[in-house]
């Protein structure tokens, strides 16, 4: 008799939740709700979800209790059962109340509102360590309220399965609600301190590039505008590019060569959103400094995308919460290839100082390339100087970091006319003749 053989486990399909959205239309006070729902769509198939139906309610504003009022919530409970939906998804943020409240009246179903949505999204695509600590600093802070409500909807769950609940989570709710309380708490103090420290690191890197004189871009947009792909098309870099919601969350940085020879540093920041939660701008705001500190943010566009409009709002919302108005700014709109030339022309009357470019197809850029180098050039001096042969250091700098006019090799040493940086004038200042006009 020969012995059977054991087969491994084997995973014969992954599961996917089956999701029903749910949108509000308040009328011309929003988006309209075909492209909340789109949008929610998006960000949905991006977690990982199958969407089986929606369900939309014309409200002015919130019904208390919850949201959508308990006639439709009802409504969602009962297409929820004939779809077999397994997970409840709402395009705004619910009150720990308001959603407890729905739990009870959509049994057995998860019940996710856009924060969450997208603090899951942000979970599965964080790479670095900063950039998990920051998503679990969401995470823990967004849950602590709710923390009643997930005890309730265990014990709920635990009835239904029969009744008895299992080892380790018998005995009395209350105690281990407060303990799980001031664990959460704990752990959210943890995190901030973790993310001070990664944040003083990065602080460092940010004050050696600042020292350095290099010039600072930074692509902002919203999300899936194409700012990795005009980053790598630039830069020839490797970052991730995606044709999801969020592909990138961690900043990219890479050094950028301009026409002229002058390198400047391009960093890829994470996209924003409509409705993007207050609480992911306050965690990312470590993250996000790349965007206050730079010395020109370029705002990429999705020139093809129907919303494209009201996106730029959407953007324009962020930067201010992150007090980034001052900052020069140059409207780059991407994936003109996919738009026709009628509209492209009417685009360019409406923003003549904009460049057009497709980073997929490398066109425009060339443009692009000679605005930042504009940009770049607007802080520089122009200067004469003549370095003694023993700061052999300096004339490297200025082949490096600075723009050559002329050179001349004299008895006393490089005689140079170059237009530097102004955070380099200081370094050439005791060798400096007289001064040309920049």
């Not at 964080?126 to 950039?131: C, F, I, P, V, Y």
């Not at 723009?403 to 006319?417: A, N």
């Not at 940086?421 to 040309?436: I, L, N």
């Given at each position: 008799?020969?012995?059977?053989?054991?087969?491994?486990?084997?995973?014969?399909?992954?599961?996917?939740?089956?999701a029903?959205?749910?949108?509000?239309?308040?009328?011309?006070?929003?988006?309209?709700?075909?492209?909340?729902?789109a949008?929610?769509?998006?960000?949905?198939?991006?977690?990982?979800?199958?969407?089986?139906?929606s369900?939309?309610?014309?409200?002015?504003?919130?019904?208390?209790?919850?949201?959508?009022g308990?006639?439709?919530?009802?409504?969602?409970?009962?297409?929820?059962?004939?779809?077999?939906?397994?997970?409840?998804?709402?395009?705004?943020?619910?009150?720990?109340?308001?959603?407890?409240?729905?739990?009870?009246?959509v049994?057995?179903?998860?019940?996710?509102?856009?924060?969450?949505?997208?603090?899951?999204?942000?979970?599965?695509h964080?790479?670095?360590?900063?950039?998990r600590?920051?998503?679990?600093?969401?995470?823990?802070?967004?849950?602590?309220?709710?923390?009643?409500?997930?005890?309730?909807?265990?014990?709920?769950?635990?009835?239904?399965?029969?009744?008895?609940?299992?080892?380790?989570?018998?005995?009395?709710?209350?105690?281990?609600?407060?303990?799980?309380?001031?664990?959460?708490?704990?752990?959210?103090?943890?995190?901030?301190?973790?993310?001070?420290?990664?944040?003083?690191?990065?602080?460092?890197?940010?004050?050696?590039?600042?020292?350095?004189?290099v010039?600072r871009?930074?692509?902002?947009?919203?999300?899936?505008?194409?700012?990795s792909?005009?980053?790598?098309?630039?830069?020839?870099?490797?970052?991730?590019?995606?044709?999801?919601?969020?592909?990138?969350?961690?900043?990219?940085?890479?050094?950028?060569?301009?026409?002229?020879?002058?390198?400047?540093?391009?960093?890829?920041?994470?996209?924003?959103?409509?409705?993007l939660?207050?609480?992911?701008?306050?965690?990312?705001?470590?993250?996000?400094?790349?965007?206050?500190?730079?010395?020109?943010?370029?705002?990429?566009?999705?020139?093809?995308?129907?919303?494209?409009?009201?996106?730029?709002?959407?953007?324009?919302?962020?930067?201010?919460?992150?007090?980034?108005?001052?900052?020069p700014?140059?409207?780059?709109?991407?994936?003109?290839?996919?738009?026709?030339?009628?509209?492209?022309?009417?685009?360019?009357?409406i923003?003549?100082?904009?460049?057009?470019?497709?980073?997929?197809?490398?066109?425009?850029?060339?443009?692009?390339?000679?605005?930042?180098?504009?940009?770049?050039?607007?802080?520089?001096?122009?200067?004469?100087?003549?370095?003694?042969?023993?700061r052999?250091?300096?004339?490297?700098?200025a082949?490096?970091?600075?723009?050559?006019?002329?050179?001349?090799?004299?008895?006393?040493?490089?005689?140079?006319?170059v237009?530097v940086?102004?955070?380099?004038?200081?370094?050439?200042?005791?060798?400096?003749?007289?001064?040309?006009p920049?």
């Open positions: 008799m020969t012995e059977a053989k054991t087969k491994p486990y084997e995973v014969v399909h992954d599961f996917r939740d089956r029903i959205l749910v949108g509000v239309d308040r009328g011309q006070r929003g988006w309209p709700i075909e492209a909340d729902l949008e929610l769509a998006r960000l949905v198939d991006t977690a990982g979800a199958e969407i089986v139906g369900v939309t309610q014309r409200l002015d504003r919130p019904h208390p209790r919850t949201f959508i308990a006639g439709k919530a009802e409504e969602v409970a009962t297409l929820a059962e004939q779809t077999d939906a397994t997970l409840v998804v709402f395009d705004d943020d619910l009150t720990p109340s308001q959603q407890a409240n729905i739990e009870n009246l049994l057995g179903v998860k019940i996710l509102d856009r924060t969450a949505l997208i603090l899951d999204i942000f979970a599965l964080a790479k670095s360590r900063e950039g600590l920051q998503v679990e600093l969401a995470q823990m802070e967004y849950l602590l309220p709710r923390l009643r409500g997930l005890w309730r909807h265990f014990g709920q769950a635990a009835a239904a399965s029969g009744g008895a609940l299992g080892i380790g989570t018998r005995g009395p709710g209350e105690t281990q609600l407060e303990t799980d309380r001031r664990l959460a708490r704990r752990r959210i103090q943890e995190v901030r301190r973790e993310l001070k420290a990664v944040a003083a690191a990065r602080d460092t890197q940010r004050s050696s590039r600042h020292r350095s004189g010039f871009v930074a692509l902002v947009g919203y999300t899936n505008a194409g700012k792909t005009l980053l790598n098309a630039l830069t020839g870099a490797d970052a991730l590019v995606q044709d999801k919601l969020f592909a990138t969350l961690d900043a990219t940085t890479r050094r950028l060569e301009l026409p002229e020879g002058r390198i400047v540093t391009l960093t890829d920041t994470v996209g924003f959103i409509n409705k939660p207050h609480s992911l701008v306050e965690a990312f705001k470590s993250t996000l400094d790349e965007v206050r500190e730079a010395d020109l943010l370029l705002h990429v566009i999705d020139t093809s995308h129907p919303m494209a409009k009201a996106q730029m709002a959407a953007v324009s919302e962020v930067l201010g919460e992150l007090d980034v108005a001052a900052t700014q140059l409207l780059v709109y991407n994936k003109v290839d996919l738009v026709e030339q009628a509209e492209l022309g009417q685009l360019h009357r923003s003549p100082g904009a460049v057009f470019v497709s980073g997929v197809h490398h066109t425009g850029l060339d443009e692009l390339l000679d605005k930042i180098a504009s940009e770049a050039a607007h802080g520089d001096r122009t200067l004469d100087v003549l370095i003694p042969y023993t052999g250091d300096l004339v490297r700098l082949h490096e970091d600075a723009r050559i006019i002329s050179e001349e090799h004299l008895e006393d040493g490089t005689h140079l006319i237009r940086p102004t955070a380099y004038a200081d370094a050439f200042g005791e060798f400096e003749g007289e001064e040309e920049g």
